[in-house]
């Protein structure tokens, strides 16, 4: 099972950079069992627009049968970890 972790932001978005560290901590424990995609929404509008992205940071988990869940805003890392258990990492 592949677990994927896309994150959302923009290089001007503040709170992104907030968001930036937490994931940053995350890649470093579950690195070996997550994929970490950093998706810039002004340089791919249309993979944001895909996955309807509205407000950045957007952070979606998803695996092999699809998103598993979303989070618009900065999130805490023991929210993120939640996810990528129950997405199978």
Do not use: H
Not at 23 to 37: H, I, K, Q, S, T
Request: one cysteine or more; aromatic letters at 8%; hydrophobic letters at 35%.
């Amino acid at each position: 099972m592949t677990v994927t972790l896309k994150d959302f932001y923009a290089d001007w978005c503040g709170p992104c950079k907030t968001q930036d560290p937490i994931l940053e901590d995350l890649e470093e424990e579950w690195g070996d069992r997550v994929e970490f995609e950093k998706i810039d929404v002004d340089e791919n509008q249309d993979v944001a627009n895909e996955y309807q992205v509205r407000s950045i940071p957007t952070i979606v988990v998803e695996n092999d049968d699809g998103v598993v869940e979303r989070f618009v805003g900065v999130t805490q890392a023991d929210k993120l970890e939640d996810a990528l258990q129950e997405a199978g990492a």
